[in-house]
């Protein structure tokens, strides 16, 4: 997971841990990249729109590049989403939007994780 806003980093962190997934927090998408390079056997990458360095539309797309398997958020700030939404290719299977209002956060975060066991069974993953 990657954001450059800590706040929001624990909050995606925390919520993922407690449905029982390992998280790794990264403040900037160069160091975020180079730690994916490193476990190839990841479920989620939850990336910032907008980070410095390295930024998560850029990191997406060379993941979708790369693999099938894994499955790509991306969180977006409400301002930004026209702007976003206008480049159509998001290159990611989710989109979270900032700032996050429970309980549909936790709804949003639950069908991730649904998505994930689906795609980790159909794919004959695990």
């Given at each position: 997971m990657a954001d450059d806003d800590?706040?929001?980093?624990?909050i995606v962190e925390n919520t993922f841990r407690l449905?029982?997934?390992s998280t790794i927090g990264f403040m900037d998408g160069r160091t975020a990249w180079a730690s994916i390079q490193q476990h190839p056997c990841l479920k989620w990458v939850v990336l910032n729109w907008?980070?410095?360095?390295?930024?998560?539309?850029?990191?997406?797309?060379?993941?979708?590049?790369?693999?099938?398997?894994l499955h790509i958020a991306v969180m977006i700030g409400k301002a930004?989403?026209?702007?976003?939404?206008a480049k159509l290719d998001l290159h990611c299977h989710y989109v979270l939007?900032?700032?996050?209002?429970?309980?549909?956060?936790?709804?949003?975060?639950?069908?991730?994780?649904?998505?994930?066991?689906?795609?980790?069974?159909?794919?004959?993953?695990?």
């Open positions: 800590i706040a929001c980093l624990r449905r029982g997934f907008m980070l410095p360095e390295l930024d998560g539309y850029r990191i997406a797309r060379r993941l979708q590049e790369q693999t099938q398997f930004l989403l026209p702007e976003v939404y939007v900032k700032p996050f209002e429970r309980p549909d956060f936790d709804r949003q975060i639950d069908a991730m994780v649904q998505m994930s066991l689906r795609g980790r069974t159909l794919a004959g993953m695990d």
